[in-house]
Structures are given as C-alpha cells and as structure tokens.
C-alpha cells in the first residue's frame, strides 16, 4: 500500500513539474514574441525617421532654390532703384548747373539788347553787336534744349522707380513667406539632428585640437582624410552649382596682389547670401579656423573635399549627411567674400572641374 502511495506522489510530483515547465517556456515564447512585435515596431519607427529626415532634405533644397532666387531677384531691383536714383541725383545737379548759365545766357541778352547800336558810321560795332546777340541767343536756345531733355529723362526715372519699387513691394510677401518656410524646415531638421549632439563634444574637442596645429587649410583638409586616396575619380556627369552666388574675383592659378598663387575661387557675394551644400556629402568640420572667418569642410564621394570660408554663421552639424543645394550657411553682412577649394587627399583641384561658375 506505501508503495503504491509513494508511486502516485512521484508521479504528481513529474506532472506538477512538466506542468509548471511548459507554463515557463509559454512565458517567454510571449516574451519573446512581444520582444519581436517591439523591435518591429521600433523597426517602422526608424524607417518613418529616415523618411522625415530625407523629405526634409529634399524641401530644404527647394526652398533654399527658391528663396536664393527671390533674394537675387530682389538685390538686382535694388541696384537698379540705386541706380536710378544716382542717376536722379546727377539730373538734378545738371539741371541746377543748367539753370545758371540760362541766368547768364538770359543776362546777356538783355544787356546787349537793352544798349543796340544802328549808328550808319560805326558798322564795325553794329556786326559784333549783332554776332553777340546771336551767339547768346543759340547758347540760350542750346541750354534750354538740354534742359528739357533733362528734365524729360528725370520724369523717365521717376516712373521707373515706382515701377521697380513696385515690383519690390510685390516679392516682399513671398520673400517673407520663403524665408519663414526655409527657417521652419531648419528647426525641424535640428530637431531630427538631435541623435547627432550626442556625439558633438567629442569631435569638437577632436577638432579643436586639429584646427589649433594645423597651419593652413591644407593642413586641415589632409587631417581630416581618412585612409587612401580612392583610385575612382569620377565625381558627376554634370557639373554642381556653386554654394554661392555672386562674382568671381579670382580663380584657380591666378595670383593675388601679393603674388601667391590660388588653389581655388574667391567670389565676392551678396551680402547675408545664404550658402548651400555644392554636392552631396558629409560634414567633417564647421567652426571658426584662424582668419578665415567660419569655415564649413564638406567630405563627398572618392576622398573629394569642399572647403567653404569666410561664413558668418553654420547651420550644420558635425557627422550630418547633407544634399546637394541642402542649405548650410550664410555669408556676412555688408562685404562678403567666400574662398572655396576644392581638394583631393592633399592635392588642389581646380573647382571648375565639378562646379559651374557662381
């Protein structure tokens, strides 16, 4: 009888054991499973970033076209309401100059016609009389003449001030709305950056240091090369447009006033020009090096390297992947000169190889 009591307690024992072990593994197939629906669903939200992180490259590009070409449209009529206007004001002096000489040419009239002379016997002073009053009277027709035609062309640039001044009142709206656009998408892309500020002090520090021995920008772009010099070379089918726009005022292999020979393009801009990324790449340096002012060092494809200087402001980050036209600066106020290179490990390459004229 005890042995068939201690039989039935083993055998409730192995059950309650089997039971409680399939009730155990049960528990972590659910575990595991949630684990899984979890990591999917972290999966979907990482994939629905990148999507809002690219879209929001892609709208910064076109709002950085868009405004870049109100805001070029909009210096242009400006140069030309100031240039009416010095036009105006050499009128308005002319004219003033004009009204002078009338005085005198009107004075002269009246005094050789207020004494004529018809003596028969003094024909000498009758024919010098005559000759002054004829030559004050065409100097008199002559300043009148130019005088309305002064005046005429001064009534000319009146309209066309109000006609340019029309057409700036116009794009003010549009200006105001591009540029509130432009400036909502760069919060936004800050915000979607926010991962990237994790890892800034450390490569500031890094860079700090680097910017502090190299000497030249040179120096700096070859500290920034990782590894060899890609054997591919090609870049583009086509050529990038500049970061900027504006006027060339030296390009690669010409002197300066001082003699040095330049390794890239200086271009005077516009002032407060907003500065975009020339191709697609990544951001390896943004911070101030020796007198070049703010400068952004841009890695792309095959170890090319873009070096833009004399910035006032940076918005990128250090390791963020940027597009083509993507937004990524501006320039001073008032004069405004960018230097930009173009290097491949340590060699200069002349900008026009890639990059169309600003």
């Not at 449209?73 to 100059?97: H, Y």
Request: aromatic share 6%; proline share 2%.
């Amino acid at each position: 009888m005890k042995k068939y009591l201690y039989f039935l307690i083993f055998c409730f024992c192995i059950f309650d054991s089997a039971y409680a072990g399939s009730n155990e593994l049960a528990a972590v197939k659910k575990q595991i499973t949630q684990v899984e629906q979890q990591n999917k669903k972290i999966e979907q939200q990482v994939k629905t970033s990148d999507r809002q992180v690219e879209k929001t490259k892609n709208q910064l590009v076109g709002a950085a076209e868009s405004l870049n070409k109100i805001e070029i449209k909009r210096d242009e009529i400006k140069n030309k309401i100031k240039s009416l206007d010095a036009r105006r004001d050499d009128l308005l002096a002319s004219i003033a100059t004009n009204q002078g000489r009338l005085a005198e040419a009107a004075a002269g009239l009246v005094t050789v016609s207020g004494n004529p002379s018809f003596s028969a016997s003094d024909t000498h002073e009758y024919i010098l009389t005559s000759a002054l009053l004829t030559g004050i009277s065409d100097s008199f027709d002559s300043e009148i003449k130019s005088a309305g035609e002064k005046i005429t062309e001064l009534e000319k640039i009146r309209d066309a001030k109000q006609e340019q001044q029309e057409k700036l009142d116009k794009t003010a709206k549009r200006y105001a709305e591009d540029k509130t656009y432009l400036d909502r998408l760069m919060r936004t892309r800050s915000a979607q950056n926010e991962k990237l500020k994790s890892k800034q002090y450390e490569l500031q520090k890094k860079l700090r240091d680097l910017s502090v021995r190299a000497k030249s920008l040179s120096e700096l772009t070859a500290g920034l090369s990782q590894g060899d010099v890609s054997d591919d070379d090609s870049f583009s089918w086509r050529k990038m447009r500049s970061p900027v726009s504006g006027i060339m005022l030296r390009r690669f292999g010409e002197k300066s006033p001082l003699g040095l020979v330049s390794d890239g393009w200086l271009i005077k801009t516009r002032s407060n020009a907003l500065v975009t990324a020339p191709a697609d790449g990544r951001v390896e340096f943004a911070d101030d090096f020796r007198k070049n002012g703010r400068v952004i060092i841009l890695s792309h494809k095959n170890s090319y390297y873009s070096v833009l200087t004399g910035l006032a402001t940076t918005d990128v980050l250090l390791g963020q992947d940027v597009l083509a036209g993507e937004p990524i600066g501006r320039m001073p106020d008032g004069r405004a000169e960018m230097y930009l290179e173009l290097r491949r490990g340590t060699k200069a390459i002349n900008p026009a190889k890639l990059f169309k004229e600003p």
